[in-house]
């Protein structure tokens, strides 16, 4: 499935962003969906991941409590609604998908969108 993100921006520390993952194709297999995340000079990191039906979802720590996943199979989107950003959120947040294992399990996810900058200033 090819999946592109969208939804990024330039905004101020507290403030909140939506991220949506469009996929261009119905696949035959079901997939999970996961949201990443680069800094510069970091590595890639698995911030929330949601199962195709739904149901129990995955954060990392420093998304607990301030981003929430979700999905919409029937027009194949995701979104990530990111509230009370901090400049530590700062990167380039990717879409992906998984079709086999569990959420988290990161080498899993193959297929991959382009990224949507995500700038928040203190």
């Known amino acids: 499935v090819q999946l592109q993100a969208s939804g990024g921006g330039l905004v101020r520390a507290g403030s909140s962003l939506r991220l949506s993952c469009v996929a261009s194709e119905r696949t035959p297999t079901n997939w999970h969906m996961g949201w990443f995340r680069q800094a510069p000079g970091k590595e890639r990191e698995l911030v929330a991941a949601?199962?195709?039906?739904?149901?129990?979802?995955f954060y990392a720590d420093s998304a607990k409590g301030r981003f929430t996943i979700s999905r919409d199979n029937a027009k194949n989107m995701g979104y990530l609604q990111m509230n009370n950003l901090r400049p530590e959120d700062t990167a380039v947040y990717y879409c992906a998908a998984s079709y086999y294992g569990s959420i988290y399990y990161t080498p899993s996810y193959t297929d991959w969108g382009q990224g949507t900058q995500v700038t928040v200033s203190s």
């Open positions: 949601i199962p195709y039906r739904g149901g129990r979802t």
